[in-house]
Structure formats: structure tokens, C-alpha cells
């Protein structure tokens, strides 16, 4: 019997999952300092939240969900990180104003495609109970300075409004006069939207449907005056952080809850699944899901995507150079975990030999663990209160006495 790895996920290991963890590491550092505090909450929710927060007619709900059921409950393991913070920001009476940032695995079952995951990591901020357009603005300069502090280049960014219900109820019919001599040559899955979700048809891939939408009316052009003055007002102080944005009528994401200001940053380099960070303003949602009335916006990146994207060297990665002590005969135990422990205070990787082994064998395994240095110590070095230190790339070996060995490690080892 062979196992293997379900369909659409991955094993992350070495080079890679040190890639993902200086994102990771950087992320929590970047929002942390940027007033973020850091939530966790279950992988799990009740299903029900899900489908009341992103929208019973979307691709997530009807098809990409893991859901189980369990004594006649039905729960799913969580397909983006909004909801969960709200219900846990409503569930634990937190108060307003307040910003979070979280760092989660995410389900969807999406057909697998390159950097696109069933199991994938998504980095998320979120700032609750402000509805000012600088908040907006606020959030698409935190991604920005993240992306450009790890290192990303090449992306864009796309900003759009749309609108809130009030603006949204007059545009309808618009689009639904526009559309009407055309209907029965869209897909039968825009078709089907129209009714309950019909801002979505624009995310529509279908070349037919797009031409079609080409010269629609755009909800960006029949905004409400004060979902006008809001999106204005997001471009002014996109301006002020200095901020090159495009401006996409077509831009409406693919999620029930956002309104006015939405935005997705883009990566040049990765053909048609571009999309690297997404999100926006959700003003409603929060008192959709039984709480107050705070309106709030917030994104979430896919570091799977983004590392594809990224060079090989991240700038936050340091590799640490690893030490293996080989100790010959087990009385010398004691200098062993003292030499372990002087190198590992000092912020290096060390491994230690099996004191019984012969040092041929030690220095084997050495060798097998990938050691930049080995640290030889038996009866000679005792004896002079030396160890010896073998550089395990070009091999040359030097004695160094143990009360100098601190500062050894300290000002040669780099
Ligand atoms: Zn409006
Ligand atoms: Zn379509």
C-alpha cells in the first residue's frame, strides 16, 4: 500500500517552508509594528457562517466548501478569514475601534493549478469600526509596504467601488436594460446570477459574456453621492501615500460582502492567475453576522502564489550555519553540552555525534547533516583545552582553545 497526498495539496519542506516562514515571520514583525494584533480562531466553523457571509450564490459556497457533518451539525473547514474574525470579534464582546492580522491555512476545493492550492496559506489584515476613506487607503499601503519589504516587485494595483445597496438597487436596472436584448447570449451561469448576485457576472471568464460587459453601464459610474465622495476620497489619499493605483470598472471580487472601495494587487509574472492580494471595505457585514453596526475593510494575500513570484533568496532569510560537535568517548559529555550550548546562545544550528561512534563515523554523519563546521573534541583536546574545528567545505581544521572559543564564534563564524 502507497499513500499519497490528497489531490490539490502539498508537502512543504526545506527551502520552501524557510521561504514561507520568513514571510511569515516578516508579516507578524511588519503588522505588529503597524498596530495589528495577531488572532487565531478555530479551522473549523459552523457551515452556516460561511454561507451568510460570502454569499449562498458564489463559487466558494456552491462548490469549493469542505463540509462535513457531525451529529446533524454541519460545519467547514474555513475558506478565507473575514467571517471567522468577525464571528470571534462578536462572539468575544471585543471593542471598536480594532485592527487584526491573521496568518492561516485556507480550503477551497479549486481545481489545482500552478501555485493554487486546495490547503493554502493566506496572510490577512483586517480594521474594524472605521469607515473613513483613509482607513481604505490605509489598508492597500500596509500590503503595498509589506509586498515591497519582502522583496516582491512587479504588481499592480487595481482599485474599484461598488457602491453600497442604495446605489446598487438604481444601477440594477440600468444594467438589467442594457443587458435585456443580449440575455440569452450569456452563460448560462451569469444568467443565473443576475437575480440574487449580479454584480459577480463581471468576474464572469467567459469571452462572450466579457464582450458583452465591455460597454455596460459600470457600477463605478452610478455611485450615490456619498459612495462617490468616499471613492474620491480613497484616490485622494492614495495620491497622499504615493500610490500608483489603475482604476478597474470591472473590479467587483468575487465575495457577497464587500462595498464601495475594492482593490486587488497583481503579479505581472504569473500569466492569467495574477492575483496575489485582494480585499476591501465590508460595511454591512459585521451586523449581518449579529453584531454592531461597524463598518470595516481589510485583505488577504496567498504567500503560496506570491513565493512563486518571489526570487529564490528572500531577503529576510538568514541561513544559519550548523555546527556538529563529534566527541570521542562519552566522558567528555559534559564539554559536549557545554560546546552545544555556547553555539546555540550565539544563534547557531548545532547537532551533536553519538559520543560512542568512532569519529570516522561522527564526521560521516557530519557530512549527512550538511555541517558547515565540526567541532572534534576527545583525549588530545582535552588535554591542551583546545577543540578542534573543521570546515566542512574546504576541509582545513584549526585548534582553538576553549576560553577563546566564545569569541571564535562570535567574530569568525558569519
Ligand atoms: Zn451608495
Ligand atoms: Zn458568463
Known amino acids: 500500500m502507497k499513500y499519497q497526498k490528497p489531490k490539490g495539496t502539498r508537502d512543504i519542506f526545506g527551502r520552501e517552508l524557510q521561504r514561507t516562514e520568513a514571510v511569515c515571520s516578516t508579516a507578524r514583525l511588519f503588522f505588529e509594528q503597524n498596530g495589528f494584533e495577531e488572532i487565531r480562531t478555530p479551522t473549523f466553523e459552523f457551515a452556516q457562517l460561511f ?3 460570502i454569499g449562498e450564490r458564489t463559487d466558494i459556497i456552491e462548490h469549493e466548501m469542505y463540509k462535513f457533518e457531525i451529529n446533524k451539525k454541519l460545519y467547514a473547514l474555513r475558506p478565507e478569514g473575514t467571517a471567522s474574525v468577525l464571528r470571534a470579534f462578536i462572539e ?5 475601534p480594532a485592527r487584526f492580522f491573521y496568518i492561516w491555512s485556507m480550503y477551497r476545493r479549486e481545481k489545482p493549478q500552478k501555485g493554487r492550492y486546495r490547503e493554502f496559506l493566506q496572510i490577512g489584515i483586517e480594521i474594524l469600526g472605521e469607515d473613513k476613506p483613509f482607513y481604505d487607503a490605509e489598508i492597500i499601503d500596509q500590503g503595498k509596504r509589506f509586498l515591497n519589504l519582502i522583496g516582491a516587485k512587479d504588481f499592480t494595483i487595481e482599485i474599484n467601488s461598488i457602491g453600497c445597496p442604495k446605489c446598487r438597487a438604481i444601477y440594477k436596472n440600468k444594467l438589467r436594460d442594457y443587458l435585456e436584448p443580449n440575455f440569452s447570449n450569456l452563460c448560462s451561469n451569469c444568467q443565473r446570477r443576475f437575480e440574487r448576485n449580479f454584480l459577480r457576472i463581471f468576474d464572469c471568464k467567459n469571452k462572450t459574456c466579457q464582450q458583452i460587459y465591455t460597454k455596460a453601464p459600470k457600477i463605478t459610474d452610478n455611485l450615490c453621492a456619498e459612495c462617490l465622495e468616499h471613492y474620491l476620497s480613497v484616490k485622494k489619499f492614495l495620491n497622499k501615500f504615493g500610490i500608483d493605483y489603475t482604476e478597474n470598472r470591472k473590479l467587483v471580487r468575487g465575495l457577497d460582502y464587500y462595498t464601495r472601495t475594492v482593490v486587488e494587487f497583481k503579479q505581472q509574472s504569473l500569466g492569467a492567475q495574477d492575483t496575489i492580494l ?26 503560496d502564489r506570491l513565493l512563486i513570484s518571489m526570487p529564490e533568496n528572500l531577503p529576510k532569510i538568514d541561513e544559519k550555519k550548523r555546527f556538529f560537535i ?13 560546546l552545544r550550548d555556547l553555539i546555540q546562545q550565539n544563534n547557531f544550528i548545532c547537532l551533536m555525534g553519538n559520543p560512542e561512534d568512532s569519529i570516522k563515523h561522527q564526521l560521516k554523519k557530519a557530512n549527512r547533516a550538511k555541517a558547515d563546521y565540526s567541532i572534534i573534541y576527545g583525549e588530545d583536546e582535552a588535554k591542551n583545552k583546545v577543540c578542534t574545528v573543521k570546515n566542512m567545505e574546504i576541509g582545513d581544521q584549526k585548534k582553538i582553545p576553549i576560553k577563546d572559543f566564545k569569541t571564535f564564534l562570535r567574530n569568525t563564524i558569519k
Request: charged share 25%.
Open 51 to 53: 454561507d451568510r457571509s
Open 92 to 96: 468575544n464582546k471585543l471593542s471598536l
Open 278 to 303: 485582494a480585499g476591501g471595505r465590508y460595511d454591512l457585514l459585521m451586523k449581518e453576522l449579529g453584531g454592531s453596526d461597524a463598518p470595516s475593510t481589510g485583505w488577504a494575500m496567498g504567500v
Open 326 to 338: 563529534a566527541t570521542i568517548g562519552e566522558r567528555f559529555i559534559n564539554e559536549m553540552i557545554e
